[in-house]
Protein backbone atom coordinates (compact mmCIF):
# COMPACT_ATOMS: atom_id res chain seq x y z
CA UNK A 1 0.00 0.00 0.00
CA UNK A 2 1.22 3.60 -0.68
CA UNK A 3 0.75 6.81 1.36
CA UNK A 4 -2.50 8.57 1.31
CA UNK A 5 -0.66 11.87 -0.09
CA UNK A 6 -0.71 10.12 -3.48
CA UNK A 7 -4.91 10.57 -3.57
CA UNK A 8 -6.27 13.24 -5.23
CA UNK A 9 -7.47 15.80 -3.60
CA UNK A 10 -11.17 15.76 -4.58
CA UNK A 11 -11.59 11.71 -5.31
CA UNK A 12 -14.57 11.03 -4.64
CA UNK A 13 -14.68 7.70 -7.19
CA UNK A 14 -11.30 6.50 -5.90
CA UNK A 15 -10.12 2.98 -5.82
CA UNK A 16 -7.56 0.97 -3.83
CA UNK A 17 -4.26 3.10 -3.54
CA UNK A 18 -2.99 0.40 -4.85
CA UNK A 19 -4.58 0.74 -8.01
CA UNK A 20 -4.02 4.27 -7.77
CA UNK A 21 -0.43 4.28 -7.25
CA UNK A 22 -0.49 2.37 -10.82
CA UNK A 23 -2.93 4.07 -12.31
CA UNK A 24 -1.09 7.35 -11.01
CA UNK A 25 1.77 6.23 -12.95
CA UNK A 26 0.36 5.66 -16.31
CA UNK A 27 -1.35 9.32 -15.67
CA UNK A 28 2.11 10.89 -15.47
CA UNK A 29 3.00 13.20 -19.29
CA UNK A 30 -0.03 12.14 -20.85
CA UNK A 31 -1.64 15.69 -19.40
CA UNK A 32 0.20 17.85 -23.08
CA UNK A 33 -3.36 16.45 -25.49
CA UNK A 34 -2.80 15.95 -29.00
CA UNK A 35 -1.62 12.62 -30.80
CA UNK A 36 1.89 12.89 -30.77
CA UNK A 37 2.23 11.85 -27.07
CA UNK A 38 4.23 9.21 -26.08
CA UNK A 39 2.99 6.10 -27.43
CA UNK A 40 1.10 3.46 -25.84
CA UNK A 41 0.96 1.01 -28.42
CA UNK A 42 3.60 0.71 -31.85
CA UNK A 43 1.91 -1.11 -34.53
CA UNK A 44 4.07 -1.58 -37.39
CA UNK A 45 3.91 -3.64 -40.49
CA UNK A 46 0.92 -6.30 -38.67
CA UNK A 47 0.07 -8.78 -41.46
CA UNK A 48 -1.93 -12.12 -41.48
CA UNK A 49 -4.32 -13.55 -44.13
CA UNK A 50 -6.55 -10.76 -43.02
CA UNK A 51 -4.81 -7.92 -41.85
CA UNK A 52 -2.59 -6.27 -44.95
CA UNK A 53 0.15 -4.45 -43.16
CA UNK A 54 -1.06 -2.18 -40.38
CA UNK A 55 0.91 0.46 -38.71
CA UNK A 56 -0.37 3.02 -36.40
CA UNK A 57 0.85 4.62 -33.13
CA UNK A 58 -1.56 4.36 -30.06
CA UNK A 59 -1.14 7.69 -28.05
CA UNK A 60 -1.00 7.14 -24.02
CA UNK A 61 -3.88 8.50 -22.16
CA UNK A 62 -5.88 8.18 -25.43
CA UNK A 63 -9.31 6.96 -27.01
CA UNK A 64 -8.50 5.22 -30.32
CA UNK A 65 -11.92 4.56 -31.92
CA UNK A 66 -11.67 2.15 -34.96
CA UNK A 67 -14.11 1.66 -37.36
CA UNK A 68 -14.96 0.27 -40.90
CA UNK A 69 -16.87 -2.80 -42.72
CA UNK A 70 -17.85 -5.97 -41.63
CA UNK A 71 -15.03 -8.51 -41.56
CA UNK A 72 -12.44 -5.63 -42.21
CA UNK A 73 -10.11 -7.14 -39.49
CA UNK A 74 -11.19 -4.84 -36.58
CA UNK A 75 -11.35 -7.66 -33.96
CA UNK A 76 -8.23 -9.52 -35.50
CA UNK A 77 -6.36 -6.27 -34.90
CA UNK A 78 -7.62 -5.69 -31.50
CA UNK A 79 -7.03 -9.53 -30.50
CA UNK A 80 -3.53 -9.07 -31.49
CA UNK A 81 -2.55 -6.62 -28.80
CA UNK A 82 -3.05 -8.89 -26.02
CA UNK A 83 -2.03 -11.98 -27.61
CA UNK A 84 -5.39 -13.61 -28.30
CA UNK A 85 -3.91 -13.74 -31.81
CA UNK A 86 -0.43 -14.20 -31.45
CA UNK A 87 0.86 -10.95 -33.93
CA UNK A 88 4.32 -11.89 -36.16
CA UNK A 89 7.65 -10.64 -33.42
CA UNK A 90 7.94 -7.11 -34.22
CA UNK A 91 4.60 -6.21 -34.76
CA UNK A 92 3.35 -4.57 -31.83
CA UNK A 93 5.01 -2.93 -28.76
CA UNK A 94 3.65 -2.21 -25.68
CA UNK A 95 5.94 0.91 -24.19
CA UNK A 96 8.54 0.02 -26.67
CA UNK A 97 8.71 -3.37 -26.07
CA UNK A 98 7.89 -6.23 -28.35
CA UNK A 99 4.73 -7.91 -26.96
CA UNK A 100 5.72 -11.71 -28.41
CA UNK A 101 8.52 -10.91 -25.62
CA UNK A 102 6.71 -10.19 -22.94
CA UNK A 103 4.66 -12.83 -20.35
CA UNK A 104 1.21 -13.36 -21.77
CA UNK A 105 -0.55 -13.26 -18.45
CA UNK A 106 1.46 -9.91 -17.39
CA UNK A 107 0.85 -8.22 -20.49
CA UNK A 108 -2.70 -9.53 -20.75
CA UNK A 109 -3.47 -7.70 -17.12
CA UNK A 110 -2.03 -4.80 -18.28
CA UNK A 111 -3.95 -4.52 -21.82
CA UNK A 112 -6.88 -5.83 -20.31
CA UNK A 113 -10.00 -6.69 -23.10
CA UNK A 114 -14.24 -6.17 -22.94
CA UNK A 115 -16.05 -7.99 -25.32
CA UNK A 116 -19.55 -7.29 -27.36
CA UNK A 117 -21.19 -9.78 -24.82
CA UNK A 118 -20.23 -9.71 -21.27
CA UNK A 119 -19.20 -13.06 -19.67
CA UNK A 120 -19.49 -13.24 -15.88
CA UNK A 121 -17.98 -16.14 -14.07
CA UNK A 122 -20.38 -18.33 -11.69
CA UNK A 123 -21.04 -16.82 -8.39
CA UNK A 124 -21.49 -12.96 -7.17
CA UNK A 125 -20.32 -9.73 -8.62
CA UNK A 126 -17.91 -9.24 -5.81
CA UNK A 127 -16.35 -12.46 -7.05
CA UNK A 128 -16.62 -12.28 -10.01
CA UNK A 129 -14.25 -8.83 -9.41
CA UNK A 130 -12.11 -10.36 -7.09
CA UNK A 131 -11.11 -13.15 -9.53
CA UNK A 132 -7.67 -11.51 -11.42
CA UNK A 133 -6.11 -10.05 -7.97
CA UNK A 134 -7.18 -13.77 -6.25
CA UNK A 135 -4.83 -15.23 -9.06
CA UNK A 136 -2.13 -13.79 -7.65
CA UNK A 137 -3.02 -14.11 -4.21
CA UNK A 138 -4.33 -10.87 -3.38
CA UNK A 139 -7.68 -10.70 -2.15
CA UNK A 140 -9.86 -7.49 -2.36
CA UNK A 141 -10.87 -6.03 0.50
CA UNK A 142 -14.77 -5.41 0.64
CA UNK A 143 -13.57 -1.70 0.30
CA UNK A 144 -11.75 -1.68 -2.46
CA UNK A 145 -14.97 -4.05 -4.31
CA UNK A 146 -17.07 -1.12 -3.75
CA UNK A 147 -14.47 1.30 -4.77
CA UNK A 148 -14.48 -0.71 -8.19
CA UNK A 149 -18.00 -0.79 -8.71
CA UNK A 150 -18.14 2.74 -7.85
CA UNK A 151 -16.10 3.07 -11.02
CA UNK A 152 -17.92 1.08 -12.87
CA UNK A 153 -20.88 2.90 -12.35
CA UNK A 154 -22.70 0.63 -10.36
CA UNK A 155 -23.98 1.10 -6.93
CA UNK A 156 -22.82 -0.92 -3.71
CA UNK A 157 -25.69 -3.07 -4.01
CA UNK A 158 -24.38 -5.04 -6.58
CA UNK A 159 -21.92 -6.56 -4.44
CA UNK A 160 -23.47 -9.51 -3.42
CA UNK A 161 -25.74 -9.73 -6.92
CA UNK A 162 -25.65 -13.05 -8.70
CA UNK A 163 -23.89 -12.62 -12.10
CA UNK A 164 -26.68 -14.32 -14.10
CA UNK A 165 -29.27 -12.73 -12.47
CA UNK A 166 -27.93 -8.68 -14.28
CA UNK A 167 -29.16 -7.39 -17.43
CA UNK A 168 -26.86 -7.50 -19.76
CA UNK A 169 -25.90 -3.69 -19.08
CA UNK A 170 -25.33 -4.29 -15.41
CA UNK A 171 -22.86 -7.24 -16.55
CA UNK A 172 -20.88 -5.57 -19.26
CA UNK A 173 -20.05 -3.10 -16.55
CA UNK A 174 -19.53 -5.75 -13.52
CA UNK A 175 -17.11 -7.27 -16.24
CA UNK A 176 -15.49 -3.21 -16.76
CA UNK A 177 -14.84 -3.69 -12.82
CA UNK A 178 -13.30 -6.75 -13.02
CA UNK A 179 -11.05 -5.97 -15.87
CA UNK A 180 -10.08 -2.94 -13.85
CA UNK A 181 -9.40 -4.62 -10.59
CA UNK A 182 -6.11 -5.62 -12.49
CA UNK A 183 -5.01 -2.06 -13.09
CA UNK A 184 -4.65 -2.23 -16.50
CA UNK A 185 -3.03 0.27 -18.76
CA UNK A 186 -4.91 -0.32 -21.81
CA UNK A 187 -8.36 -1.19 -22.38
CA UNK A 188 -9.37 -2.91 -25.31
CA UNK A 189 -13.04 -2.33 -26.10
CA UNK A 190 -14.79 -4.76 -29.18
CA UNK A 191 -17.99 -3.07 -29.99
CA UNK A 192 -18.90 -3.21 -25.91
CA UNK A 193 -22.13 -1.40 -26.07
CA UNK A 194 -23.31 -2.96 -29.22
CA UNK A 195 -25.57 -5.01 -26.83
CA UNK A 196 -26.81 -1.95 -24.58
CA UNK A 197 -29.91 -0.27 -24.62
CA UNK A 198 -28.89 3.84 -25.01
CA UNK A 199 -28.85 4.51 -21.32
CA UNK A 200 -26.84 1.89 -20.66
CA UNK A 201 -24.24 3.10 -23.27
CA UNK A 202 -24.00 6.42 -22.23
CA UNK A 203 -23.30 4.88 -18.54
CA UNK A 204 -20.33 2.95 -20.09
CA UNK A 205 -19.13 6.14 -22.12
CA UNK A 206 -19.14 8.13 -19.63
CA UNK A 207 -17.56 5.90 -17.38
CA UNK A 208 -14.67 5.10 -20.23
CA UNK A 209 -14.18 9.21 -20.77
CA UNK A 210 -13.56 9.40 -16.98
CA UNK A 211 -10.85 6.36 -17.38
CA UNK A 212 -9.00 8.28 -19.60
CA UNK A 213 -9.25 11.61 -18.11
CA UNK A 214 -8.56 10.59 -14.17
CA UNK A 215 -6.85 8.29 -14.16
CA UNK A 216 -4.93 8.08 -17.91
CA UNK A 217 -6.03 5.30 -19.30
CA UNK A 218 -5.55 4.08 -23.03
CA UNK A 219 -8.05 2.82 -25.15
CA UNK A 220 -9.15 1.44 -28.39
CA UNK A 221 -12.38 0.87 -29.03
CA UNK A 222 -13.95 -1.01 -31.98
CA UNK A 223 -17.41 0.45 -32.62
CA UNK A 224 -19.69 0.34 -35.27
CA UNK A 225 -21.59 3.99 -33.90
CA UNK A 226 -19.78 6.66 -35.61
CA UNK A 227 -21.84 9.22 -33.54
CA UNK A 228 -20.33 6.88 -30.33
CA UNK A 229 -16.78 7.41 -31.69
CA UNK A 230 -17.51 11.04 -32.46
CA UNK A 231 -19.32 11.35 -29.00
CA UNK A 232 -15.94 10.36 -27.22
CA UNK A 233 -12.79 8.99 -29.13
CA UNK A 234 -9.48 11.02 -29.47
CA UNK A 235 -8.87 9.86 -33.11
CA UNK A 236 -10.38 7.32 -35.54
CA UNK A 237 -8.82 4.53 -37.36
CA UNK A 238 -10.85 3.66 -40.33
CA UNK A 239 -10.31 0.04 -41.07
CA UNK A 240 -11.31 -0.97 -44.75
CA UNK A 241 -10.20 -4.76 -46.01
CA UNK A 242 -7.10 -5.11 -43.65
CA UNK A 243 -6.01 -1.99 -44.01
CA UNK A 244 -6.05 1.21 -42.48
CA UNK A 245 -7.00 3.44 -45.18
CA UNK A 246 -7.61 6.80 -43.09
CA UNK A 247 -6.43 8.41 -39.72
CA UNK A 248 -8.79 11.56 -38.63
CA UNK A 249 -9.53 13.29 -35.92
CA UNK A 250 -13.66 12.62 -35.13
CA UNK A 251 -14.96 15.83 -36.25
CA UNK A 252 -13.20 15.66 -39.69
CA UNK A 253 -14.45 12.24 -40.44
CA UNK A 254 -16.23 13.62 -43.65
CA UNK A 255 -13.00 14.75 -44.53
CA UNK A 256 -12.05 10.85 -45.43
CA UNK A 257 -10.72 10.31 -49.23
CA UNK A 258 -10.74 6.68 -49.38
CA UNK A 259 -13.61 5.73 -51.82
CA UNK A 260 -14.39 2.64 -49.35
CA UNK A 261 -14.07 4.75 -46.52
CA UNK A 262 -16.71 7.35 -48.22
CA UNK A 263 -19.32 4.61 -48.94
CA UNK A 264 -18.93 3.29 -45.37
CA UNK A 265 -19.42 6.54 -44.18
CA UNK A 266 -22.00 7.41 -45.78
CA UNK A 267 -24.11 4.32 -45.44
CA UNK A 268 -23.52 4.61 -41.97
CA UNK A 269 -24.64 7.99 -41.24
N1 LIG B 1 -10.65 -17.56 -35.99
C1 LIG B 1 -10.78 -17.27 -37.29
N2 LIG B 1 -10.47 -18.18 -38.22
C2 LIG B 1 -10.60 -17.90 -39.53
N3 LIG B 1 -11.02 -16.73 -40.00
C3 LIG B 1 -11.35 -15.80 -39.11
C4 LIG B 1 -11.25 -16.00 -37.71
N4 LIG B 1 -11.65 -14.88 -37.08
C5 LIG B 1 -11.96 -14.02 -38.05
N5 LIG B 1 -11.80 -14.56 -39.26
C6 LIG B 1 -12.03 -13.90 -40.54
O1 LIG B 1 -11.22 -12.74 -40.55
C7 LIG B 1 -11.89 -11.69 -41.22
C8 LIG B 1 -11.85 -10.47 -40.34
O2 LIG B 1 -12.57 -10.76 -39.17
P1 LIG B 1 -12.73 -9.75 -37.98
O3 LIG B 1 -13.54 -10.46 -36.98
O4 LIG B 1 -11.41 -9.23 -37.57
O5 LIG B 1 -13.54 -8.56 -38.68
P2 LIG B 1 -14.29 -7.34 -38.02
O6 LIG B 1 -13.80 -6.13 -38.76
O7 LIG B 1 -14.13 -7.37 -36.56
O8 LIG B 1 -15.79 -7.61 -38.44
P3 LIG B 1 -17.16 -7.31 -37.64
O9 LIG B 1 -17.43 -5.84 -37.84
O10 LIG B 1 -18.18 -8.14 -38.35
O11 LIG B 1 -16.97 -7.70 -36.21
C9 LIG B 1 -13.28 -12.19 -41.55
O12 LIG B 1 -13.30 -12.54 -42.92
C10 LIG B 1 -13.44 -13.42 -40.70
O13 LIG B 1 -14.25 -14.36 -41.35
MG1 LIG C 1 -15.44 -7.73 -34.99
Redesign the pocket.
Known amino acids: MIPDTLTPANDSDGISDGLREHLLVVNEGSENGGVGDHVKIRIRNLTN??LRGISVDIPKGKIVGII??????????LRALNRLWEPPAGSVFLDGQDIVNLDVLGLRRKVGMLFQIPVLFEGTVADNIRYGPQLRGKKLSDDEVHKLLSLADLDSSFFSKIGSELSVGQAQRVALARTLANAPEVLLL??PTSALDPISTENIEDVLVRLKTRWGLTIVM?S?SIKQIQRIADIVCL?VN?EIVEILPPNKLSEAKHPMALKFLELSS
Open positions: QIGPSGGGKSTTDEVHLG
